[in-house]
């Protein structure tokens, strides 16, 4: 069950990068996130009051959420959109990869039961140059700007590495649809007071049927669905297994760019796609066969 919701997961995160290329032809950047994350609120609002989920009770499950909520809507959704002002979607992807480095260090702090290992650092290198080959033609950073953008892009890794190693330290008692909400609640005022003040009245903008599609799409699948498989997930696997997700969606990415929107395959997307799917192979997939050798020993 676990590989198929890190599947799933993989492919839904994958299939954002087209919808949000399409919303942003009409909206700016950070109107467009806030309008994404307040609908996801509204839906998983209307998910708690049906299910009657308790909302947290005690301080330490409201610092947690606090925390995490900054970290990551506050901090790594603020910084992404910022950036790729700057620097290149492919840079930022190669820069995001870093997630799972920070997830791996930071995993060995906060969970004494996951260990870095040779093979959890030879994966994570794989895929990360996996990406960096597939955005070669990206990385060019030209001016104090772009270097600035490239900063913001690491500082956002590393909060989505933090708010997820903290979640599965500390969070995994809490039902996902209340900690996204509370998370959302805590974390995305930033976003909004920052659009309202930087991109003005969002009445004003042009909500296209694609721009309201893109929005609909990134809300329910990319936000509610995607975090709740994903707390989901934080809390049967080991975190590096599901940082791991952040490697394999800029390859689905430039695949699903390339078929549906007719973009250009760039000629090494497949050397890049093989050293990724060989990390994902030996961190995702490994366990998984040797328990089913010694079930049928």
Not at 131 to 139: D, G, K, P, S, T
């Amino acid at each position: 069950m676990t590989i198929i919701v890190w599947l799933v997961l993989s492919l839904i995160w994958g299939t954002t990068w087209i919808f949000i290329k399409t919303g942003l032809k009409d909206l700016p950047p950070l109107t467009f996130a806030a309008a994404r994350f307040i609908l996801a609120m509204a839906i998983l609002y209307a998910v708690i009051r049906i299910q009657n989920i308790q909302f947290p009770r005690t301080k330490a499950e409201w610092k947690l959420i606090l925390l995490t909520g900054i970290l990551q809507f506050s901090v790594n959704y603020s910084s992404v959109f910022w950036s790729e002002q700057y620097i290149s979607s492919g840079l930022a992807a190669v820069l995001q990869a870093t997630i799972t480095v920070f997830g791996l260090l930071l995993a060995w702090i906060f969970l004494p039961n996951e260990r870095i290992t040779k093979l959890k650092i030879s994966a994570v290198f794989l895929g990360i140059t996996g990406v960096a080959i597939i955005f070669a033609e990206q990385l060019q950073v030209n001016d104090f700007w772009a270097f600035a953008g490239c900063a913001a892009i690491v500082l956002g890794a590393y909060a989505a590495a933090q708010s997820s190693i903290l979640v599965k330290a500390k969070g995994t008692s809490l039902h996902p649809a209340m900690l996204l909400f509370c998370q959302m609640l805590c974390g995305i005022p930033f976003i909004v007071i920052y659009a309202l003040a930087v991109e003005g009245n969002p009445l004003k903008h042009n909500w296209s049927a694609n721009a309201v599609l893109s929005v609909l799409y990134l809300s329910v699948f990319g936000t509610v669905l995607a975090f709740w498989f994903y707390y989901w997930l934080l809390g049967k696997i080991e975190s590096t297994k599901a940082m791991m997700i952040s490697l394999v969606t800029p390859l689905l990415a430039v695949v699903i760019g390339a078929v549906f929107l007719n973009e250009k395959l760039p000629p090494q997307t497949f050397f890049g796609g093989v050293l990724i799917l060989a990390s994902i192979g030996l961190i995702v997939f490994r366990k998984k066969r040797k328990l089913q050798l010694q079930e049928q020993n």
